[in-house]
């Protein structure tokens, strides 16, 4: 896989979860289907740092661009302050020796968080996400909650 260019942007805050619609009842019986508020402020808060973070590293635009995209996540989750002390100490220890803890609990991995991470970058970093050809992310406990990105152009030609 050669890479054509790479970004790495650190984005911080819980990892934004996605739950593409929800679902509510009218009074008359029948249903609505919505975007969170929450989640529409969250996607543009996501997509407001890479442009921002992009118009100061970049004076091409290459942007969205119509190769292939390989991206590489890492959904941190600040340790809960409510472990006991000696639990925490064990966290900074193994933390600081380059071994962080892996957080099986929810958000889904795939479903809830690559799926919000994708849909704010589509049109601004790729065209479509069909571009995307590579994917390679984890959920990790941290010193604070943030998620960090990095984004590589993958030389290979363009996606027909």
């Known amino acids: 896989m050669e890479i054509y260019d790479e970004f ?7 990892p934004l979860t996605w739950q593409s619609v929800k679902v509510a009842r009218k009074v008359n019986g029948g249903m609505i289907f919505y975007t969170p508020k929450e989640i529409k402020n969250k996607k543009g808060y996501i997509s407001n740092i890479i442009i921002d973070t ?7 635009s290459l942007f969205p661009t ?3 995209i390989g991206i590489e996540a890492l959904f941190c989750y ?4 409510t472990l006991p002390k000696k639990k925490i100490k064990m966290f900074y220890e193994r933390y600081d020796s380059g071994y962080p803890d892996f957080r099986s609990k929810r958000p889904d991995l795939q479903d809830n968080l690559m799926k919000g991470l994708i849909d704010s970058l589509t049109g601004i970093i790729w065209m479509d996400d069909k571009q995307i050809v590579y994917i390679n992310s ?6 604070q909650s943030k998620t960090i990105l990095k984004i ?9």
């Open 152 to 160: 590589k152009i993958l030389n290979g030609g363009i996606i027909c």
């Open 54 to 60: 992009l118009k100061e590293t970049r004076t091409d």
């Open 66 to 68: 119509d190769k292939a």
């Open 138 to 143: 984890a959920k990790i406990y941290d010193k």
């Open 8 to 14: 790495e942007f650190e984005i911080l805050g819980e």
């Open 78 to 81: 600040k340790i809960p302050d």
